[in-house]
């Protein structure tokens, strides 16, 4: 009876054996959808070097990434992830482009973690995993009410992320005394921004004060009109911060602009989006200090170090996201017994990723970011 019970327990031992060792050896396959033929390769290619550096840093051959090419078109986007699909795969990464998330409501039984920073009108099937408005709009929420600033306005651009950028204000729930949309065409902006900041009126004020005194018997006359004539306006700037809703030389436009209506920085605070730390803001030492939300800097610097180590090359933004991505998928697959079904993105969870904090709550994505001060001709974190 003990021999047979020695027996028994050894097949037992080994049958037990064999399926941990099964299971170990099993893959997680993830997808990944990228542009890699055409116009838009070196994105895909950049994504694809970051995926392996993301999966060389987790070192776990459990986990395994197999990228298609979308051709950044919505059409061979669906037909590689159904063969993804076909695969057994059910957690891909991408698209890139917002386009191309058109049709992948087809495929229901696939989350995508699509690089888009747009939340509006994508498939349920679909996650915004971009720095996306909100998450920005929550951390210039959080500069606001540190620094007691409570007579902001809202400067967004007749452009088609206006709704994208409205829809963001509302659920953030930021408090705002005006929003304001404005038209891009430079010819048109500059007369906006008079409208708005009371240009013309706070001129007409410096000219009748300048008047007054002059037919005044005012001690120190010719001092003070001399103080006055150095001023370009005179009168109440009735706001304390603005937050502009733009990038790159239109961004420049709109300040210039209300520095030219004698709103500076010096008076009000400049706050705007994520500008991924656009070097050329440093020249424009006028406009200092500006404010924004956006990833770690520190980190993202590591990074692209790392990178061009390992490809000679210098990586774009994108790239960084997406090594984060693959860090995200293996952290939550772990918390979940490395099971790929619909609660990996449910269930409310915190990643702290290269990028900053990812949380993720019912299919969705918000980042914790940081904030930064360009001033000095260097961005400063202020938190």
């Known amino acids: 009876m003990k021999t047979l019970y020695i027996t028994v327990l050894k097949v037992f031992l080994i049958i037990v054996s064999f399926n941990l060792e099964a299971i170990s050896e099993e893959k997680i396959k993830i997808g990944l959808v990228i542009p890699l033929s055409g116009e838009f390769s070196y994105i895909g290619e950049s994504v694809l070097k970051s995926t392996r550096m993301a999966l060389n840093k987790i070192n776990d051959r459990r986990i395994t990434v197999i990228p298609k090419d979308t051709k950044a078109n919505p059409i061979d986007t669906l037909r590689v992830s159904k063969e993804l699909y076909e695969q057994g795969i059910k957690i891909i990464i991408g698209p890139v482009f917002n386009e191309s998330n058109k049709y992948l409501d087809e495929l229901d039984g696939v989350t995508f973690l699509s690089f888009t920073n747009k939340i509006r009108n994508n498939p349920k099937n679909v996650i915004s995993a971009g720095v996306n408005a909100i998450s920005q709009i929550n951390t210039i929420k959080k500069y606001l009410s540190e620094n007691n600033l409570n007579n902001t306005i809202f400067l967004i651009p007749d452009a088609d992320y206006k709704r994208e950028i409205e829809q963001a204000i509302e659920k953030s729930n930021l408090l705002l005394k005006e929003k304001f949309i404005y038209n891009k065409d430079p010819t048109l902006l500059t007369k906006q921004i008079e409208d708005l900041t009371r240009y013309q009126q706070r001129k007409k004020n410096l000219e009748n004060e300048i008047k007054r005194i002059e037919t005044s018997n005012a001690l120190n006359k010719k001092k003070k009109i001399d103080e006055l004539k150095k001023k370009d306006?005179?009168?109440?700037?009735?706001?304390?911060?603005?937050?502009?809703?733009?990038?790159?030389?239109?961004?420049?436009?709109?300040?210039?602009?209300?520095?030219?209506?004698?709103?500076?920085?010096?008076?009000?605070?400049?706050?705007?989006?994520?500008?991924?730390?656009?070097?050329?803001?440093?020249?424009?030492?006028?406009?200092?200090?500006?404010?924004?939300?956006?990833?770690?800097?520190?980190?993202?610097?590591?990074?692209?170090?790392?990178?061009?180590?390992?490809?000679?090359?210098?990586?774009?933004?994108?790239?960084?996201?997406?090594?984060?991505?693959?860090?995200?998928?293996?952290?939550?697959?772990?918390?979940?017994?490395?099971?790929?079904?619909?609660?990996?993105?449910?269930?409310?969870?915190?990643?702290?990723?290269?990028?900053?904090?990812?949380?993720?709550?019912?299919?969705?994505?918000?980042?914790?970011?940081?904030?930064?001060?360009?001033?000095?001709?260097?961005?400063?974190?202020?938190?």
């Open 233 to 383: 306006t005179l009168g109440f700037i009735n706001f304390d911060s603005v937050i502009i809703a733009d990038f790159s030389e239109s961004l420049k436009s709109v300040a210039t602009s209300l520095l030219y209506t004698d709103v500076s920085s010096e008076r009000i605070k400049y706050i705007t989006l994520n500008q991924w730390f656009d070097e050329s803001l440093l020249k424009e030492s006028s406009l200092h200090p500006i404010y924004f939300p956006s990833i770690n800097k520190d980190n993202f610097e590591i990074f692209k170090k790392e990178y061009v180590q390992n490809f000679k090359i210098t990586p774009n933004q994108i790239s960084f996201l997406s090594y984060d991505l693959v860090g995200l998928i293996y952290y939550l697959l772990i918390n979940n017994d490395f099971k790929t079904n619909e609660n990996l993105f449910i269930k409310k969870n915190k990643f702290k990723g290269k990028i900053g904090i990812f949380e993720i709550n019912k299919k969705t994505i918000t980042h914790q970011l940081n904030f930064y001060e360009i001033q000095d001709n260097d961005f400063k974190e202020i938190f």
